[in-house]
């Protein structure tokens, strides 16, 4: 099993509203391309953002590869 940990996906730039009425802009056109590229990459295995204050912060990716005999 292989464990990366993307570089830190901050919003910033052209941001879309999260649609809640609140005003405040979570997602951006730079993270969503980062959150597409490693969906595409990864065969098995989980991809995590992490959110802080409303925000995301960080992408973790765990890649698991498996092995025949």
Do not use: P
Request: glycine content about 10%; cysteine-free; aromatic content about 2%.
């Amino acid at each position: 099993m292989t464990t990366r940990s993307d570089a830190e996906a901050t919003t910033g730039g052209n941001m879309q509203n999260n649609g809640e009425g609140s005003g405040r802009q979570l997602w951006s056109i730079e993270l969503e391309e980062k959150v597409k590229d490693s969906l595409a990459s990864i065969r098995f295995g989980t991809l995590t953002l992490i959110i802080q204050d409303g925000k995301v912060i960080r992408m973790d990716r765990n890649e698991k590869i498996r092995l025949t005999q």
